[in-house]
């Protein structure tokens, strides 16, 4: 089996500790870099997770119903309509969900599905009964799109739950995008895959990272069914990175919605254990090639995302924006263990 690309170095500081009578301190850090994804993470040797249940109603006070575009109030008058060539009636329906065009779009063809009406749900309300209409009718409109043959090879759904991730609103909401090139982050993974097959024989990288983290035992999961579970080596935020792949699912058309039910279990469990350890918001992220693409599996990330008191500061500064690294007091073999415990219920 080809290599990885996993790369880890152990740097060590010293200083004199002020709370313990300024006696000299070692502080070891530990560099990781995933060549796959391009991230460079330094984990941290001390823990920093919310110490108390975040204060919601701060969010809700702000962003009543009232004034809020998703509820019923204002929903027809203050969100936009597809042309009657996309679909009839302006809007995609699904159960409760609806999905429309964005107000203030980040590309062409970016979406927003609203699970439902509800203004608020918590993290622990996050069941996959909740999501299951939302993400129906993210996959109905990719369907349809595929049928008007505009050319889009690549999508995401895309999810910023609550401000501390970006999210403008409070209401649940989800965010496709399609397009015929894919974004900077996903095109960096489809070369890694490219790349691996063709200096491996043709391998699978997806298939051979599964496996070695399976037989390792330090950052995989679990499985649910076709969709497998890990802790990111080297993650993209401060409070760590679940990852999950969809085996031998090449495009977003392969998957069922047997698959879909899958993720969503294990989304639901995601969601409890950021509940019960006071985080607060995440951001989320699907990738699917539109086109059968043999060297890539349909895949995702999660990251949870806080605010550390008590200024409120935001858990991104200048090593992620800046230097393209990223501060994670969390170490990622010990997410694992922890999640891990959420599966086996």
């Known amino acids: 089996m080809k290599d990885i690309g996993f790369h880890r170095e152990t740097v060590t500081g010293r200083y004199l500790n002020p709370f313990d009578g300024f006696e000299p301190r070692e502080m070891t850090i530990e560099e990781r870099y995933d060549e796959t994804t391009g991230v460079a993470s330094r984990i941290l040797p001390y823990r920093v997770r919310p110490a108390q249940k975040p204060d919601t109603g701060v969010y809700l006070e702000k962003s009543p119903e009232s004034i809020c575009p998703f509820c019923p109030e204002l929903f027809d008058k203050m969100t936009p309509r597809f042309t009657p060539d996309i679909i009839e009636g302006g809007k995609f329906t699904r159960g409760s969900a609806f999905l429309f065009p964005n107000a203030f779009p980040y590309d062409a063809t970016n979406t927003v599905a609203i699970f439902s009406h509800r203004h608020f749900m918590g993290l622990d309300e996050l069941t996959p009964d909740a999501m299951h209409d939302g993400f129906a009718v993210c996959r109905d409109y990719f369907y349809r799109m595929a049928e008007l043959q505009q050319g889009y090879h690549y999508g995401s759904i895309n999810w910023n739950y609550m401000p501390p991730a970006g999210g403008g609103l409070i209401h649940p909401h989800l965010q496709t995008i399609m397009g015929k090139e894919p974004t900077s982050f996903m095109r960096r993974?489809?070369?890694?895959?490219?790349?691996?097959?063709?200096?491996?024989?043709?391998?699978?990288?997806?298939?051979?990272?599964?496996?070695?983290?399976?037989?390792?035992?330090?950052?995989?999961?679990?499985?649910?069914?076709?969709?497998?579970?890990?802790?990111?080596?080297?993650?993209?935020?401060?409070?760590?990175?679940?990852?999950?792949?969809?085996?031998?699912?090449?495009?977003?058309?392969?998957?069922?919605?047997?698959?879909?039910?899958?993720?969503?279990?294990?989304?639901?469990?995601?969601?409890?254990?950021?509940?019960?350890?006071?985080?607060?918001?995440?951001?989320?992220?699907?990738?699917?090639?539109?086109?059968?693409?043999?060297?890539?599996?349909?895949?995702?990330?999660?990251?949870?995302?806080?605010?550390?008191?008590?200024?409120?500061t935001s858990d991104i500064n200048y090593f992620e924006k800046l230097h393209d690294e990223i501060i994670c007091p969390i170490v990622p073999e010990q997410l694992c263990k922890e999640l891990q415990g959420y599966f086996q219920t």
């Open 189 to 312: 993974l489809l070369a890694s895959a490219r790349n691996y097959a063709s200096a491996s024989g043709g391998r699978n990288l997806w298939e051979d990272l599964l496996d070695r983290e399976q037989e390792a035992g330090e950052r995989f999961i679990a499985s649910t069914g076709v969709v497998s579970w890990l802790a990111a080596f080297s993650p993209k935020g401060m409070a760590g990175e679940v990852d999950f792949y969809f085996r031998e699912k090449t495009s977003f058309f392969d998957l069922t919605q047997a698959n879909v039910e899958e993720l969503l279990e294990g989304l639901s469990r995601i969601f409890l254990h950021l509940y019960v350890n006071h985080f607060m918001s995440f951001n989320l992220s699907l990738y699917a090639p539109l086109m059968p693409e043999k060297n890539f599996w349909v895949q995702g990330k999660i990251v949870p995302r806080f605010e550390i008191n008590p200024l409120g």
